[in-house]
Nanobody, 127 residues
Framework: QVQLVESGGGLVQAGGSLRLSCAAS????????MGWFRQAPGKEREFVGA????????YYADSVKGRFTISRDNAKKMVYLQMTSLKPEDTAVYYC????????????????????WGQGTQVTVSS
């Protein structure tokens, strides 16, 4: 079993920044490919970005490319989502997810390939 706990959400003005954190426990962290997803009210969950087990590969949704950055610290069992130039349309609950069985340098954008999910953290961007 893997437990994921997100933190760092909050209310920010458009153009501002936030850093989300996700703490993992229960399994060797370097065995997990990690991803961030979000779900806005009335909308389906969507992929935000992913990072490989090695930390060397990342992949982002077009909507956040150039504004969001994912990183991980395998020693601390943490993954981060640095969000800059935030827009009101970034308002959503953000979820951290973990996938097992993914290659060491591979990234995964399909939510169905993720085995474990956190509870989510709310991000609200005011205009």
């Amino acid at each position: 079993q893997v437990q994921l706990v997100e933190s760092g959400g909050g209310l920010v003005q458009a153009g501002g920044s936030l850093r989300l954190s996700c703490a993992a426990s229960g399994r060797t962290f370097s065995s997990l490919a990690m991803g961030w997803f979000r779900q806005a009210p009335g909308k389906e969950r969507e992929f935000v970005g992913a990072i490989s087990r090695s930390g060397d590969s990342t992949y982002y949704a077009d909507s956040v490319k150039g504004r969001f950055t994912i990183s991980r610290d395998n020693a601390k069992k943490m993954v981060y989502l640095q969000m800059t130039s935030l827009k009101p349309e970034d308002t959503a609950v953000y979820y951290c997810a973990a996938s097992i069985g993914i290659g060491y340098t591979a990234v995964e954008s399909q939510g169905t390939r993720y085995n474990y999910w956190g509870q989510g953290t709310q991000v609200t961007v005011s205009s």
